[in-house]
């Protein structure tokens, strides 16, 4: 069907093996229309769109796309896909008047409060059971890679600045995270969070168990969860624990840096396949074990994200509030 010129938003979400592209209409998203695409098809996000387009036929009047890596000055790089990603580019394809690129995780942030009743499951309660909506949030992204993005209401409306945090250094508690971290080699010589909390990264800890026991064996990171969720595979477990533990280190170093007293939210796969696991893991011990701030480490709410399209909400909230 022919749709009404400069009627909709065209939001988009690329990740490293596909990209999803749907329409909205100021900010809702038009769930029928979201399509996905293999990233191994296409030259580029501008052959992407323009079949999206062609398809769809439709005139849109502003276009936002999320993408996994940093963005700036319009730019943006991403870590695991060898596309040229820019502003100028994206409002050539879709004939935009208005363009914007934002960070995956930018995007999750500004689709909080606008999810679907039961696309948020809390994982783990605060000391206030009913957090404050205008309160700083923080949104921690596990999947394929990690990063957050710390979620501001001002009297100005939502600022959702851009991070780049999986690349900071792994907080390292015990010995035996000092020799996994030291079980492998990295860029920089040093092992950083993304390199341990991601998908790769229980790979990594589950084939290092082994080294450790004598007995070296290697498993995708799937296999791995089902090993672990059957009980048919003792070291999946062990990996499991230890993963989780060190994502609540992490987690509560986070929240003490911005203090999201309107809750922390989990996105991605990765965080999707443990958070039903959270409570039998020690994800919450982890995530309080600060000293003297144990107990004040109870005033964030800890969540998970469950809808896969939050990414394309937050775009079209992004650019409903910009237009």
Known sequence: MTRPANHY????DIGGTNTRVALAERTRLLTDTVTRYANTDYAGLESVL?????????DCKAACVALAGPVKDGRGSMTNLDWELDEATLARATKAETA????????QGHALGSLADGAVTRLVAAHDSDPDPNATKLVIGVGTGFNIAPVFETRWGRHVPPSESGHANLPLRSEAELRLAQSFETAHGF?????MMSGRGLERVYAWLGREAGDPREARAAQIMAGF??????RAREAAEMFVRMLGTVAGNLSLIHLPFGGVFFSGGVAR???K?????????AFRDKGRFAGFMGNFEVSVIEDDYAALTGCANYLAARI
Do not use: C, M, Y
């Open 9 to 12: 938003s065209l939001v988009a």
């Open 50 to 58: 323009r079949v999206f387009i062609e398809d769809q036929k439709v």
């Open 100 to 107: 914007r690129l934002l960070n995956d995780l930018q995007a």
């Open 191 to 195: 092992p950083a969070v993304e390199d």
């Open 229 to 234: 969720e059957d009980r048919s595979d003792p």
């Open 273 to 275: 396949a443990f958070a």
């Open 277 to 285: 696991h959270f409570a039998t893991l020690g994800f919450a011990d």
